[in-house]
């Protein structure tokens, strides 16, 4: 066993290095001598990544040579204790000095321990000096795009990003009911409410591990934040159907159309990459579940479309995922501005590749969990003027707001991740 912020720091320099968090992190959990601790560490080292930057940039008289590089984590790691965490400052100080024995770099220690203990006698003054974007812990150039779409709520977007997210549940209602399962929760003392925008969606007033859910090994319940139940709601797909998911790995939408529908779909279940299959196969049997799975690129629909048309089309898009940062706070430090172009590109041609297989008179569902506009609204629009054929629906803003070409729901709004939705039905007399 190792200790936990020796573990933390190494998971933190792989993501830096250019790993993604899913792939960093679980492997070494195991090797630590506490692994809440280390996940707590690691998510929120990344969380606050730009601001400890900007804190690290005052607080280091030379830069720390590249080969060094794990204790610039180390440091994240001790920097993110101070600011965040409720552990007695001296011992995480203390703990975090001693990192440096078990990195075999013990002439850091001095280094390391005049870091964080300069950060405590002068917190108040560095923090005064950080810019907007350090302060805020964004990219500058996500910042700037954030301004620009959201002039009044960039702050709190912002804010929100940085915040840890409720653990949110769906409840398989093939099973029981939510009130059913409301009661189950309760009498394991798992403390819970009925969320308000998804009739199957419970939030818990404290993370647990899934193993504490009753029933979750046999399908009764799948962890899924509320923003991304609204797709079953939106599209609401009827018993017998023929629908396409095509962005599906790794499966909870397409769980969640197969249980509103009382799991009778003639569902075709489509994911590009083939590594990303088991765990949507994982998914459906978990949960009892059945549906076609292939692999394939749902925008060469002539490679895997047998010329059925469908009466439903869920297009969950592969997207920037801005709209997640809080879940996945690795993204805040890959994503390129250069992406934005490639994937508002890949989105368009997904919109107009798949509109010619649906019915007249059927419905498409286009969701991503971004708040950017060029690949929400704007791409919905392109698709509209494009296609005399499609009519946009409109959406019930109960549980966020109309975007123009669909609802936008903000990072926080009742408690939800960033998604945003638009409904397009194909009109049957053109
Ligand atoms: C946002 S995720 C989907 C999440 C999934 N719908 C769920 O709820 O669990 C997007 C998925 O689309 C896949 N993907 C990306 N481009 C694709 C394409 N051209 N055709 C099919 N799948 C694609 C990605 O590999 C990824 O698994």
């Known amino acids: 066993m190792k200790p936990a912020r020796l573990v933390a720091s190494e998971a933190l320099c792989a993501v830096l290095d250019g790993a993604s968090l899913a792939r960093a992190l679980p492997p070494r959990l195991s090797e630590s001598d506490n692994p809440p601790l280390t996940q707590e560490l690691v998510y929120g080292a990344l969380r606050w990544h730009f601001h400890i930057e900007g804190l690290l940039g005052q607080l280091l008289e030379r830069p720390i040579r590249d080969k060094d590089r794990i204790l610039r984590c ?32 013990p002439w850091a220690r001095g280094l390391v321990n005049a870091v964080l203990r300069r950060y405590q006698r002068e917190a108040e003054r560095l923090e005064a000096s950080l810019d907007e974007a350090d302060r805020l812990s964004h990219p500058r150039w996500l910042l700037e795009r954030l301004r620009q779409a959201w002039p009044n709520e960039w702050q709190r977007i912002c804010e929100e990003n940085n915040r840890r997210p409720p653990m949110v549940l769906r409840v398989n209602r093939l099973r029981q009911s939510r009130d059913a399962y409301l009661q189950q929760l309760a009498a394991e003392g798992i403390e819970a409410r009925p969320h308000p925008c998804s009739e ?123 709209g997640v940062l809080r879940r996945n706070p690795d993204i805040r ?21 798949l509109w010619p297989l649906l019915r007249p008179g059927g419905r498409l569902l286009y969701a991503t969990c971004s708040v950017l506009p060029e690949e929400n609204r704007e791409r919905v629009a392109e698709l509209v003027a494009g296609q005399a054929d499609a009519r946009l629906l409109p959406l019930p803003a109960d549980c966020g707001s109309d975007a123009g070409c669909g609802l936008q729901i903000l990072p926080g709004d009742e408690e939800m991740d960033g998604f945003f939705h638009a409904l397009i039905e194909k009109r049957r007399d053109s």
């Open 333 to 353: 430090v890959h994503r390129r501005p250069q992406d934005i172009a490639r994937l508002q590109a890949t989105q368009q041609s997904l919109l107009n590749a």
């Open 74 to 105: 180390l440091l994240h790691v001790g920097l993110y204790q101070l600011m965040e965490m409720d552990l007695p400052p001296h011992a995480a100080v203390n703990e975090t000095v001693a990192v440096t024995r078990a990195l075999k770099r």
């Open 200 to 322: 199957v969606a419970i939030e818990l007033a404290r993370p647990v591990p899934v193993e504490a859910l009753p029933g979750f090994a046999d399908g009764a319940v799948s962890v899924q934040d509320a923003a991304a139940q609204l797709a079953a709601r939106f599209l609401d797909p009827q018993p017998g159907e023929r629908v396409l998911d095509a962005c599906a790995a790794p499966g909870g939408k397409t769980a969640h159309l197969l249980e509103h529908a009382g799991g009778d779909l003639d569902l075709l279940a489509l994911e590009m990459e083939p590594a990303r299959l088991p765990a949507l196969r994982e998914t459906l049997e978990r949960l009892g579940l059945e549906a076609e799975i292939r692999q394939g690129d749902a925008a060469c629909p002539e490679d895997w479309w047998d010329g059925r048309p469908f009466d439903r089309i869920l297009l969950d898009a592969p997207c920037s995922a801005t």
